[in-house]
């Protein structure tokens, strides 16, 4: 049943629509000016915590199709990974413009005196590389081998995303979230390192 | 020989310079309305609040608290006030959570009656005093403060009180004396964050005593011309204009005279980060983040630039003397 829908092509359309309400509750937030005392405040932490979720989302696909062996899971994985990268850029917007006011100089001191902001912006970075090389003339222009080798480095986003969610609680000294989405992201990336290494020595034996 | 009379306009004011009793006695409407900008909005918004406080119940207006105009140096600023909405919504108050709706949402359960300060240390005669007793202390006044987060946003606030001098000189501290200590209520029936383990409870804050005799440090009862709601600190505060909002304690049980500099909590938690003065100065950034500007609660729209942080929070000519020759960037 589920696997039939699955299979529709209409299902990545509705993956997206669904994935773009919290977007659009942003949007109006801003619109009916009804996002609280800090409005700039709000829009950066949750446009944040929408890139982290999506960035849990996307590697849960993985485990899934291993789980349930059904491989249209994978439909959904680069849909699922561009709508982290649209977060993760509305994320950095908020922040260079209603918290910097597109001051390039101060933005460019920031990096470079914070190392809270210098991670973040190297995981906007590595996502950026992972969005441009997500179509398939990519995929053909790399060469499958070093394509997966390339996206391999969401596992290195998801340490980014973590240490930079850390430092910015460390003010509030308020970690019972940041070891929610550490802990989500540990089993999925353990579960990858589980899988992989039992296969690999059924390989050699 | 000059004889002077009551119909002297030399002594007595012009009766057109006399602000009428009707005027006087609606003063804080007129102040509350300018603050949401339009009548209605700033009544809309107000009755929102009282809803919102009640969760949704009979409103019931927090008790008047009359204050005079204080005359203090520095005390009135013009700045537009933040909304009384703003004000009890956006808060601090870790006892209460971390979030900063938290407070709003949860200080209700705070019992504030009856109080007692008990003052301890270095003083003549170490004494508990019932809170109605110490408001009798000073002249109750209103001042009109920015108020200065340590992370980068701002208020201006009509607080009501008196010059924490007034307590200090009352209780007549020892000569040995060089420091207070300012302990904050740590109940765990009533403070759902004491099980956050973020800080170490209760809340300790301290001033050098010099800063504490400073006439712009009030203690504090009230603010927008009613006793301090909970989530404000209720029934009793600090409030020290010039350094960042968290030197300000809520909700104080103990007032102790010291000799050495005590460690406050933040220091504690985090030394690299919180010094014991946290003076506002936009050139000693937090490791963290920049403190040259300030993001100033309710004004202007989301895209607006943010307004430039000033020395000691706009109060350097009273307060800069406190700290002539010091180190700021050592000692911040």
């Excluded at chain 1, 009804?34 to 446009?47: D, K």
């Excluded at chain 1, 222009?141 to 995303?161: C, D, F, P, S, T």
């Excluded at chain 2, 030399?10 to 006087?24: D, G, W």
């Amino acid at each position: 049943m589920l696997r039939n829908r699955l299979r529709q092509p209409q299902a990545k359309w509705v993956l997206v629509l669904l994935s773009l309400v919290p977007f659009a509750y942003l949007c109006a937030g801003v619109y009916f000016n009804n996002l609280g005392p800090n409005p700039a405040e709000y829009l950066i932490r949750a446009s944040g915590d929408l890139t982290l979720r999506f960035l849990c989302i996307t590697l849960l696909i993985t485990p899934l199709r291993i789980l349930t062996q059904w491989p249209e899971w994978l439909l959904f994985r680069r849909s699922l990974g561009l709508l982290t990268f649209f977060y993760a850029c509305i994320h950095a917007l908020c922040y260079s413009l209603l918290d910097m006011s597109w001051a390039w100089d101060e933005i460019a001191q920031d990096i470079v005196k914070r190392p809270f902001i210098a991670v973040g912006v190297a995981g906007m970075l590595l996502l950026t590389a992972l969005a441009a090389t997500s179509f398939n003339a990519a995929v053909k222009a790399l060469g499958a081998k070093r394509w997966r080798q390339l996206h391999r480095a969401v596992y290195g986003i998801a340490v980014l995303a973590i240490l930079h969610f850390f430092w910015m609680r460390a003010t509030k000294r308020n970690f019972d979230e940041v070891w929610l989405y550490a802990g989500i992201l540990g089993v999925l990336l353990g579960f990858r390192v589980f899988h992989f290494t039992k296969r690999s020595l059924w390989k050699v034996s | 020989m000059l004889i002077r009379t009551h119909q002297d306009g030399f002594i007595h004011p012009l009766s057109s310079e006399i602000t009428s009793p009707e005027a006087y006695a609606t003063r804080r409407q007129l102040l509350r309305q300018w603050t949401a900008g339009a009548a209605a909005a700033g009544l809309s918004g107000w009755a929102q609040r009282e809803a919102f406080a009640q969760g949704g119940g009979v409103a019931a207006k927090l008790a008047a608290l009359p204050a005079t105009q204080s005359q203090i140096q520095g005390a009135m600023t013009m700045e537009k006030l933040t909304s009384q909405q703003d004000a009890t919504t956006y808060n601090n108050f870790y006892e209460f959570g971390t979030d900063k709706s938290d407070p709003a949402r949860k200080a209700h359960t705070l019992k504030t009656s009856p109080w007692s300060i008990e003052v301890e240390g270095l003083v003549k005669k170490p004494t508990r005093y019932n809170l109605e007793d110490v408001m009798k202390w000073g002249a109750m006044q209103e001042r009109i403060y920015r108020l200065r987060c340590v992370e980068g946003w701002s208020m201006v606030i009509p607080w009501m009180g008196y010059s924490m001098s007034d307590l200090i000189r009352r209780v007549e501290p020892l000569p040995s004396a060089k420091y207070v200590e300012f302990i904050t209520q740590a109940d765990p029936q009533t403070m759902p964050g004491l099980r956050g383990g973020y800080l170490d409870w209760p809340y300790v804050e301290g001033l050098r005593m010099d800063e504490a005799m400073h006439p712009l440090t009030l203690l504090t009862f009230g603010m927008y011309g009613e006793v301090l709601p909970k989530q404000n600190g209720a029934p009793v505060r600090l409030v020290v204009p010039w350094k960042y909002g968290f030197k300000s304690g809520k909700s104080i049980v103990k007032i102790r005279f010291v000799e050495k500099q005590p460690v406050v909590s933040w220091e504690k938690a985090a030394p690299q980060e919180y010094g014991f003065y946290s003076n506002v100065n936009p050139k000693v950034d937090h490791p963290r983040w920049s403190q040259a500007s300030e993001r100033r609660i309710g004004e202007g729209g989301l895209l607006d630039k943010k307004r430039k942080t000033l020395m000691f929070n706009g109060y350097e000519a009273q307060v800069a003397s406190l700290y002539a020759g010091m180190d700021l960037v050592k000692n911040f």
